[in-house]
């Protein structure tokens, strides 16, 4: 026994423990992989040809089977489940290869974007700009700079802005915000230098004296609709694709936003639903603890648990910081609600019992905010405020469940947004003890600052998290925080829900949230977008120009020709399992990629074989004659494969749907192509002329 078979064997030995550790572990892919390695090695130890042979014909056979089993589901989906799958295999290879819309159809949704509230929250952004400048000119701050909560409070004594409805408690327009000044004086602030300032808005005549009102012009708020609807599609496709759903359609009407899903998985296509509609709108808000809105609302105001079905609204207290005095820390009791779902809705054992507790949750939540609305008739909240509500938890020491709401009392302004997001990363705290999840974000050089200004303006105060309207933390700012870092918890509970949860922040933090929320308005299932015919036909000019390469391959090359067409065969296998593991999507261009590598890599071939025939027809032997080939037509298949590659790669880069998905087929073929045509046919070649030792070389007729 050589060197290299010895170490081939001691190789297989120790990637055969590796595959039975990983098979112990239950790591699916480490057992694939030493399981490769073991066939790789043992096939270099064979007794035959020499040692770089063999351990070329280990990895190309190692590449074969790794593909085989990457394909495995795909097969198993492509032929209706009669080519079987183990069920160990099957939920351990989570990626196949699916049907593009033009094949088979899939899912099309429909979403209309909510544009009335970009509308208000370009109202509520210049409403606070009118603050700032405003606050100057009547001295409450000076300069530049945030508006701090204490000069916020020195100028509610001088004026407000009310957006939403007006001092009367009318309803105002979307676009509409009105300055109402206590000293009616004061009115000769909004002179020309503030018109000028503020151009987006176009002045109304007011009655009333110390009342100004000002509405949107029509330009600015056709051009906000439009921008929220280009921003709202541009944000869905940027989700789409994070989510590898490269072959997806994403398109717009009006103010609808079309989007159109290959595939038949229905729990594909509700992970697919949840992080589309997620609004994704982060906003960091100060708590008005001071006010302790919610002590004084009476006992006798709260309903019965029997007019809320069982749902139970019960007051709390709670000490809440209030900032400091000097160097001393302030603080009090205040006043808070909880809502508790019924204890027969929080089953924990079976998936029904999860969704029925989520929809108890949700019912919960549509209870609480009702009651606390129609309390502002009496207790009115006001536009400059805001209501919280943030999840609870049971006490169950073992796994924390979610049992309710809770209320928080918060000021309307939004001191940071995700705006200034940049960059979001989950990660997981050990530091405890017990392993928390967590969503760090990262601030823009502007977001940043203003992140820093705010802490430290508001050291021991609460500072709630607002994801999607709901608090998702409220923690209490212990020191002013620089460098521009915070971070998301997500809760207590199963570590793996968490990390899943995580995964999906991070995914639509990253992609930018929706200038506005979006509805569903259509949900519905779409058929092959080709139809039948133009798919059959379609795939049979593909069969049929496929085979007729093949078989011409064989009739004029021999023998040479049946290697030049397994090799094209195991290129076809390796694109496959190439778009298998990108979890791709096969449509009829990209079907047509396929096709165009099958020429290309028969090409490759019939370039070697040509150059052969000439080698031996110039007298060579067998075996100069084959090395010659392969050496002359190197060149020129790499210049070949090399100017279709960089179209590819063109194509790639600036085409979108159909001609994309042909563009990265023909990349994969391509290179796929390189390695079978070249490497893999050379393996056959060198075993004729230096295993078998030919005399002659099938290589066509005269041959």
């Known amino acids: 026994m050589t060197t290299t078979q010895r170490n081939s064997l001691l190789t297989a030995g120790i990637s055969a423990a590796g595959a039975v550790a990983f098979q112990r572990f239950d790591n699916f892919w480490g057992l694939v992989v030493m399981g490769l390695f073991t066939l790789w090695a043992l096939i270099s130890a064979l007794p035959i040809m020499d ?28 032929s209706q489940g009669k080519i079987p799958v183990p069920a160990y295999v099957r939920e351990r290879i989570k990626f196949e290869i699916v049907k593009g819309l033009d094949l088979q159809g899939g899912l099309r949704l429909v979403y209309t974007v909510e544009v ?4 208000r929250d370009k109202r509520d952004k210049l409403a606070d700009q009118m603050r700032d400048d405003l606050a100057v000119a009547l ?18 004594e001088k004026l407000h802005i009310y957006t939403g409805q007006g001092p009367d408690r009318e309803p105002l327009d979307t676009g509409v915000l009105m300055i ?20 987006e808005l176009a002045q109304v005549k007011s009655n009333k004296p110390g009342r100004v009102t000002f509405k949107i012009r029509s330009g600015i708020e056709s051009e906000t609709r439009e921008r929220a609807v280009t921003q709202a599609k541009e944000t869905v496709n940027r989700r789409v694709d994070e989510l590898g759903l490269r072959e997806a359609s994403v398109t717009t009407r009006d103010e609808d936003i079309i989007i159109e899903v290959p595939g038949s998985n229905n729990a594909q296509f509700d992970e697919i639903k949840e992080i589309i509609r997620k609004t994704a709108r982060l906003e960091f808000k100060m708590l008005d603890d001071e006010a302790d809105y919610f002590g004084k609302i009476k006992n006798e105001e709260i309903p019965s648990a029997d007019s809320l079905g069982g749902f139970v609204i019960e007051p709390r207290t709670e000490v809440a910081p209030l900032g400091m005095k ?15 779902i019924p204890k027969e809705f929080n089953g924990k054992s079976t998936k029904e019992d999860e969704t029925v507790r989520k929809e108890a ?35 169950d020491p073992e796994k924390s469940t979610e049992d309710g709401w809770r209320t928080f009392y918060l000021f309307g302004r939004a001191e940071v947004t995700g705006e200034y997001i940049t960059d979001a990363q989950r990660n997981i705290d050990q530091r405890s003890g017990m392993p928390e999840v967590y969503v760090g974000i990262t601030f823009n050089p502007t977001g940043a600052d203003r992140f820093e200004e705010v802490t430290g303006a508001n050291v021991n105060r609460r500072f709630a998290i607002i994801l999607d309207d709901i608090v998702n933390s409220a923690p209490v ?77 064989i009739l004029y090359y021999r023998k040479s020709g049946i290697v030049a067409d397994a090799a094209v065969l195991f290129n076809l296998v390796i694109q496959l399992a190439i778009l298998a593991t990108l979890s791709g999507t096969l449509t009829l261009p990209g079907i047509a990629g396929l096709a165009l590598t099958i020429g290309m890599a028969v090409d490759a071939n019939v370039l070697i074989n040509e150059r052969i025939r000439e080698e031996l027809r110039a007298g060579r032997s067998v075996r100069a004659a084959v090395e010659a080939g392969y050496d ?23 085409g979108t749907g159909p001609v994309k998905g042909f563009a990265v087929t023909l990349v994969i073929g391509i290179l796929a192509s390189l390695f079978t045509g070249v490497f893999c046919t050379r393996l056959v070649f060198d075993w004729w002329v230096r295993g078998a030792k030919v005399k002659r070389l099938s290589v066509g007729a005269e041959f």
Not at 51 to 78: C, D, E, H, Y
Not at 185 to 199: A, G, M, Y
Not at 326 to 340: E, L, M, P, V, Y
């Open 361 to 395: 949750m949700t019912k919960s939540l549509e209870l609480l905010k009702g009651w606390i609305k129609s309390l502002d008739a009496q207790h009115r909240i006001g536009d400059d405020h805001a209501i919280g509500y943030e999840k609870t938890e049971d006490n």
């Open 180 to 199: 109402v000044f206590k000293n009616a004086d004061d009115v000769k602030l909004i002179d020309d230098r503030f018109t000028k300032k503020f151009t």
């Open 477 to 553: 700012i212990k020191t002013k925080i620089g460098g521009g870092k915070a971070s998301i918890t997500m809760g207590a509970g199963d570590p793996d829900t968490q990390l899943k949860n995580a995964e999906k922040l991070e995914m639509v933090l990253r992609s930018g949230a929706l200038p506005a929320p979006i509805s569903q308005s259509s949900d519905s299932r779409i058929g092959p977008t080709l139809g039948e015919d133009a798919i059959k036909k379609g795939a049979l000019g593909s069969i049929v120009g496929g085979f007729l390469v093949l078989a011409f391959m």
């Open 326 to 340: 000097g160097n001393d820390k302030q603080q009090a009791r205040i006043s808070f609600f909880t809502i508790r």
């Open 632 to 654: 002359k037509a190197l060149s020129s298949i790499v210049d070949g494969h090399v100017t279709v590659f960089i179209t590819g790669l063109i194509l790639m880069q600036y």
């Open 51 to 78: 040692g770089p042979w063999r351990i070329k014909v280990g990895f190309v056979s190692a590449v074969f089977f790794g593909s085989m089993i990457s394909l495995w589901p795909t097969f198993n989906q492509l």
């Open 116 to 119: 009335d509230e970009a509308i």
């Open 139 to 156: 001295k409450v701050k000076q300069g530049e700079g945030l508006l701090k909560r204490d000069d916020l409070t020195k100028l509610e």
